[in-house]
């Protein structure tokens, strides 16, 4: 990859460090402490599989986000569209309404 990299790659590298470490130092403290071979190497697989998926999401993360980025034409990201964010012809918004006025009780 050429340039700059970007904060959010970085951070998603460290993780993946991180992760990669402890699928190291978990396993050796537990056979410190007493843990059988095949339980401290049962755990070392589990986070190892563990942290393979999660590098591969944040990967998969980082190529959309990329990939929005170029789609966008001023580089921003696209404002959100959801069932939230939009309202259908001749509905109102909550707030004070004028106009009736209904006794209460």
Request: aromatic share 4%; hydrophobic share 40%.
């Amino acid at each position: 990859m050429t340039g700059p990299r970007i904060p959010a790659e970085d951070s998603a590298t460290e993780v993946v460090r991180w992760a990669a470490f402890s699928c190291v130092l978990v396993p050796v403290v537990l056979l410190w402490y007493g843990t059988s071979l095949a339980g401290a190497t049962g755990t070392a697989l589990g986070l190892a599989a563990v942290t393979a998926v999660c590098r591969l999401l944040l990967r998969q993360s980082e190529q959309g986000s990329v990939r929005l980025l170029e789609e966008e034409p001023t580089g921003r990201a696209p404002r959100p569209r959801g069932r939230h964010h939009r309202t259908a012809a001749g509905v109102r918004r909550a707030g004070r309404h004028t106009g009736r006025n209904t006794e209460v009780g």
